[in-house]
């Protein structure tokens, strides 16, 4: 079971750079996702302390992953009886619980790297396979999903070893908003306090 | 052989026929759109709280002081005898799916482990970038066209399938290191390593496995979906349709 590279790699996915906007090839998504990993390796060898990645994560996974689409992925079939209001203050709540949830297991990460493998084209979006070396453990596949539905290059998923990060927060949103008894503001105001 | 091992092997055979028979018999069941088959999710939820609670009082104490007092070296030294007793498992299990690469992974490694790892404390293939082959007899079932069966969490050892839990019966003898142990040297050596390895990712893995057991909305929920999706995704049989068009998803507000 390689949950914790689940999380691990979640941290990873602050450091996406962002680049102009132009038509998506295989080329462009295999570069974003090289950035990337540059910038990963770089953080994880630049030898800062737990916090300051910690604030840098959250900084950049604001800046720089596609938020709309995860906020509007996360949110489920619920998003469309949901207010204007309501989907604002969900799309931050939510962000700052992936930053706080993720964030914080930056460390695992600390000796490792990614590399990557290989980029394929599916539907309008590419999605492009890397492979992370944690110390001690066995090598393990992490996948972006990378569009330009916004104009930029951008990724709106990530799988670690076939377990798919908006799934499965999907499903941890569905079942806050069931603990809430269908209530979209009592969802957002645990969704404050989780992670 | 004695009429109680007889009696034994026979009652292991009729429950792997009848966890197949459930494999074969969930097709027609309620399925989410998360592709779930959970038919028994009152009983498994039962199950769940039954293993949290279990994991709160002794393992998760057990695997973190486990962790933080045994040097590294030895936790690692442990971990890598019990995965070196898996490889005969491993081959032995390719050899059923027809792959023949896999079986050849696991014996090379099997021996170079035992012999230049030091019994298999040295992961020396790892260390010489040789790719892990790490199968069981669910996964031959899988190969061999039976499906998933319904979900299953099971006491002590957490999520599963009716495929794979026939699976972890078979692989008890399928094991050919089985035949070489005897019972007692069983008990004292292969048993303890397995646990001590148990106990050794319990630890490790604590941050990761704390927040799907105790800090998630719906642990039952998390754990389930986790394990199917790398579950199937190990086995080669992960649905990709499940992404949503990043053009078509209705993203207006967020």
């Known amino acids: 079971m390689q949950r914790r590279h689940f999380l691990a790699i979640m941290g990873a996915s602050a450091f996406l750079p962002a680049l102009p906007a132009r038509a998506l090839t295989d080329a462009s998504a295999k570069k974003l996702v090289d950035s990337l990993v540059n910038d990963v390796n770089k953080v994880i060898t630049s030898g800062k302390s737990e916090k300051a990645m910690y604030s840098e994560f959250a900084r950049i996974f604001a800046r720089y992953s596609d938020t709309s689409y995860i906020s509007a992925y996360a949110m489920g079939a619920d998003g469309r009886t949901a207010s204007k209001a309501q989907k604002r203050a969900f799309s931050e709540a939510f962000q700052s619980y992936i930053a ?18 290989s980029v394929r084209r599916v539907k309008n979006w590419y999605e492009v396979d890397t492979t992370a070396f944690l110390q001690g453990e066995a090598p393990f596949t992490v996948t972006f999903h990378v569009s330009n539905r916004t104009g930029r290059d951008l990724f709106f998923n990530m799988f670690i070893e076939g377990i798919n990060l908006l799934l499965t927060e999907r499903a941890e949103v569905g079942a806050l908003i069931d603990r809430n008894g269908g209530n979209i503001d009592g969802m957002i105001r645990d969704l404050k306090s989780a992670g | 052989m004695t009429i109680f091992s007889r009696l034994h092997r026979a009652s292991v055979l009729v429950l792997v026929v009848s966890l197949l028979g459930a494999c074969a018999g969930s097709n027609g069941t309620a399925i989410t759109p998360e592709g779930i088959n959970d038919p028994n999710e009152k009983a498994n939820r039962g199950v769940h709280e039954f293993n949290r609670s279990l994991d709160r009082a002794f393992i998760r104490p057990a695997g973190v002081g486990y962790t933080n007092f045994v040097p590294d070296g030895l936790e690692d030294g442990i971990t890598n005898f019990a995965l070196n007793l898996e490889e005969p498992k491993n081959m032995v299990n390719s050899l059923l799916q027809g792959n023949l690469r896999g079986a050849g992974l696991s014996l090379f490694s099997f021996v170079t482990n035992t012999t230049l790892g030091f019994g298999g404390i040295i992961d020396a293939t790892r260390e010489l970038g040789i790719p892990e082959n790490d ?6 079932l899988y190969v061999w066209g039976v499906g998933e069966g319904n979900y299953i969490e099971l006491p002590f050892l957490g999520p599963s399938t009716h495929r794979r839990t026939a699976g972890l019966v078979v692989d008890l ?54 394990y199917l999706q790398n579950r199937r995704f190990k086995l080669g049989d992960a649905e990709s349709s499940t992404e949503i068009d990043p053009f078509e998803l209705d993203t207006e507000g967020f």
Request: hydrophobic content about 35%.
């Open chain 1, 100 to 117: 706080r949830k993720y964030g914080r297991r930056f460390r695992e990460f600390i000796g490792g790297r990614l590399e990557v493998k």
């Open chain 2, 135 to 140: 199968t069981d007899f669910g996964e031959t």
């Open chain 2, 173 to 226: 003898f399928t094991n050919p290191l089985s035949a070489v142990f005897d019972g007692r040297s069983r008990f004292f050596y292969l048993t303890p390593a397995g646990f001590a390895s148990g106990l050794s990712a319990r630890g490790r893995f604590t941050d990761t496995i704390d927040s799907v057991l105790y800090e998630s909305a719906d642990s039952y929920a998390q754990a389930r979906l986790i």
